[in-house]
C-alpha cells in the first residue's frame, strides 16, 4: 500500500516532469535539444549525472551532451565508443521495462571496453537498493521505426538509492519524449536547410524543390501546406502520406478542408490563437471515422520563390501516446492505487471548489438572490444611488444560495451582468454552499459530508494480515460507490477512513444516507474462503463557505468520533 504522502510526491514528480518535457521542445538547433535533455534529467528527475550518447552516421555512438560534472563533461564529451561495444551493455544485466540497470558486481567486467565512461570510487552499498557509484542505468531510445537515435546514461541519484518503480517510470517516458524532441531537432534542420536553399540558391530552384518535396513526403511526421491570405486563407494545398495515414483521408479528400473543419468543437479557439509564423498548439483533429487524435502543430511560413506568394508550412506530431501517459499519471496522482477512489488531495481539491472565503449568514432562495442581483444594478427600480439600496449598503454580500432547487444539487444561476465585480466584489457567480442551522431538517438543502471510520478492522489486519485487508478496503470501497448517487464523490482519505460528498440533501435525507451505508457495509465480507465482519461509524458534518476544506472534513471527524463513542464496542462492530 502507498502512504499518504506519496501521491504528493508522484504529483510534484509529474509537475516537474511535465515542465522538463515542455523544454525539450522550445530548443531550436540539434545540439541545443541534446543539452535540454540532460539538462532535464538533472534537474527534474533526481540524478546528480547525465548524458546522451548519439548514434552517428557509422553506427557508432558519441557523447553529445552531458550535464552535472564539468570535469566530467571536459573529460568524456566528444569520445566515441564503437556499435558492438554498446550493444554488449544493453543486452546485459536487468530489464526494467525497457531501461537496462547493470549493478556493480556485473559492471566490472567492462571497465576495459572502449566505451567512455566516468566514475568515483565507493564503500558497498548498505542496503540492497543502495545506489553504488559502479552501478550503471541506460534508457535507450529509439525512432518511430525502431531505430536506435542513442543512449542516455545517467548515474547518482541524489537518494542515494536504486529508481523504484515510479522512478522507473518517470525515466521512461522522459526517454521516450526525447527521442522525439531528437528526432524532431534533425526533421527541424532538414527542413531549414531545404527552406534556406529555396531562398538563397535562385538558380537551382528545381534542385531545391526536390529537396524539399522529399523531407516533406517522407517526414515521419505528418507535413501539410496551407494558403495564406485571400478568401481561400488556410484551405489545405498540400498532405505528405504520414497526415494521410493518421487522419485515414486520402490526399484528395484533404484539399477540400482547413484545419478549421477537422479541428475539435472544444479546440476550435486554440487553433484560431495559434500564429502563423512559429506557432504551437495541442489540439484534437478528426479521423475519418469520426474519432478524434491529439497532435501538437507547428506553424512556419515558406515563399514559393524570393518575391512569390507565401505559404503556411505546417508540422503535424502525434501526441496521442504521450497524452495518454499524461491522464495515467494524473490519476494516479489523484486517486488511491488500492480501491480505485479519490485520494486525499482530490478529495480536498473538489471540496475546496465549492467553498468560498466569504462566510454566508443570511440565507435567500435562488429567486431572491437573483432579485437581490438584479435589484443591484445601476437604473434597477428600488435601488438608491449608485445601484446601492436605501440602507446604504451593496447588495450581495450576504445574499447567496442557501439552496439548490431539488434534483439540481450545486446548480449556477449564470446571468450575464448578474454578478459584476468578480469573484471577490459584491456578486459572482459562484453558489454560495450553505448549512442546514441544526441537525433538524428544516428544508435546507446542503452538502453533507459524511466521514466513515471502518470498525474492527484494525484486528482483522492482525489477525489475517494486510492481504485479507487490503481485499476488506476494497469491498468497502465499492459498497460505499454504490450505495451512492451518481455526482457524489467517494474518497478514501486514508487507512480505513473514507469520505462521502452529497450535494443537495437535508439533515434528514443525510441521516438515512449514513444509515444505508452503513448496512450495506455490515454484512460479511469473504476474502479466500474465509468471512470477516467490519462496523463502520459515521460522523455527518456540512460543508459551508467561510470553511476551509480542512474544517470541514475536521467536523466531520469529531462528529463521527462522538457518535463512535456513544456506542458500545460490540455495537459498533455489528454495525
Known amino acids: 500500500m502507498e502512504t499518504e504522502s506519496e501521491p504528493y510526491v508522484r504529483l510534484a514528480t509529474l509537475r516537474q516532469l511535465h515542465q522538463v518535457v515542455a523544454e525539450l521542445n522550445t530548443a531550436r538547433s540539434l545540439a541545443d535539444t541534446l543539452q535540454t535533455v540532460v539538462d532535464g534529467i538533472v534537474r527534474g528527475l533526481g540524478y546528480e549525472l547525465a548524458c546522451v550518447n548519439l548514434v552517428r552516421p557509422d553506427g557508432d555512438l558519441v557523447v553529445a551532451a552531458f550535464a552535472g560534472d564539468p570535469a566530467a563533461e571536459a573529460l568524456i564529451t566528444g569520445r566515441v565508443g564503437s556499435r558492438g561495444a554498446w550493444e554488449r551493455r544493453l543486452t546485459m544485466g536487468e530489464d526494467w521495462d525497457g531501461l537496462r540497470f547493470i549493478p556493480h558486481t556485473e559492471g566490472w567486467v567492462l571497465m576495459e571496453d572502449d566505451v567512455p565512461q566516468w566514475h568515483t570510487d565507493g564503500p558497498d552499498p548498505r542496503f540492497l537498493d543502495e545506489w553504488h557509484p559502479e552501478d550503471r542505468l541506460y534508457a535507450p531510445m529509439y525512432a518511430t521505426g525502431g531505430e536506435l537515435l542513442g543512449v542516455i546514461s545517467v548515474d547518482r541519484p541524489r537518494n542515494g538509492r536504486r529508481p523504484g518503480a515510479w522512478g522507473r517510470e518517470a525515466l521512461q517516458m522522459y526517454a521516450f519524449q526525447a527521442a522525439i524532441a531528437i528526432s524532431n531537432a534533425r526533421l527541424r534542420a532538414n527542413m531549414q536547410r531545404a527552406l534556406v536553399r529555396l531562398e538563397r540558391e535562385q538558380q537551382a530552384l528545381r534542385a531545391s524543390e526536390e529537396s524539399f518535396r522529399q523531407a516533406f513526403e517522407y517526414a515521419p511526421s505528418g507535413m501539410a501546406i496551407a494558403e495564406m491570405g485571400g478568401d481561400q486563407h488556410g484551405r489545405l494545398l498540400r498532405t505528405n502520406d504520414a497526415l494521410c495515414r493518421l487522419l485515414g483521408r486520402p490526399a484528395s479528400v484533404l484539399r477540400r478542408y482547413s484545419f478549421s473543419d477537422l479541428v475539435h468543437p472544444e479546440d476550435i479557439g486554440t487553433l484560431l490563437r495559434t500564429s502563423a509564423e512559429g506557432g504551437r498548439a495541442e489540439l484534437r483533429l478528426g479521423r475519418r471515422d469520426g474519432t478524434y487524435v491529439w497532435v501538437s502543430l507547428r506553424n512556419s511560413v515558406v515563399a514559393d520563390a524570393a518575391d512569390g506568394p507565401r505559404f503556411l508550412l505546417t508540422h503535424v506530431e502525434d501526441i496521442e501516446e504521450r497524452k495518454r501517459h499524461e491522464l495515467q499519471l494524473a490519476h494516479r496522482a489523484s486517486h488511491d492505487s488500492l480501491t480505485g477512489l479519490p485520494n486525499s488531495a482530490e478529495l480536498r481539491s473538489r471540496l475546496g471548489a465549492r467553498l ?220
Open 356 to 575: 468560498c472565503r466569504r462566510p454566508q449568514s443570511v440565507r435567500a432562495t435562488a429567486v431572491e438572490a437573483l432579485d437581490a442581483a438584479y435589484e443591484g444594478r445601476p437604473g434597477a427600480g428600488g435601488a438608491g444611488e449608485h445601484g446601492f439600496p436605501p440602507d446604504g449598503q451593496p447588495y450581495g454580500y450576504d445574499t447567496g444560495f442557501a439552496a439548490a432547487p431539488a434534483g439540481q444539487p450545486g446548480e449556477s444561476f449564470d446571468v450575464p451582468g448578474a454578478f459584476p465585480g468578480g469573484p471577490d466584489g459584491p456578486y459572482d457567480h459562484h453558489v454560495h454552499t450553505v448549512a442546514p442551522a441544526t441537525d433538524v431538517d428544516d428544508g435546507t438543502k446542503g452538502l453533507a459530508v459524511l466521514f466513515c471510520d471502518l470498525d474492527g478492522f484494525k484486528s482483522i489486519n492482525d489477525r489475517f494480515g494486510h492481504h485479507t485487508g487490503d481485499a476488506v478496503l476494497i469491498e468497502v470501497a465499492r459498497r460505499l460507490t454504490t450505495g451512492v448517487r451518481d455526482g457524489d464523490t467517494v474518497a478514501r482519505l486514508g487507512g480505513d477512513e473514507f469520505v462521502v460528498l452529497a450535494d443537495g440533501l437535508g439533515a434528514a435525507d443525510a441521516a438515512d444516507l449514513a444509515v444505508r451505508l452503513r448496512n450495506a457495509i455490515i454484512p460479511p465480507i469473504r476474502v479466500d474462503g474465509r468471512a470477516v465482519r467490519v462496523g463502520a461509524s459515521f460522523g455527518i458534518g456540512w460543508a459551508s463557505c467561510g470553511m476551509s476544506a480542512d474544517e470541514v472534513l475536521r467536523s466531520a471527524d469529531q462528529r463521527m468520533y462522538i457518535e463512535k463513542r456513544s456506542r458500545s464496542k460490540a455495537h459498533r462492530r455489528a454495525g
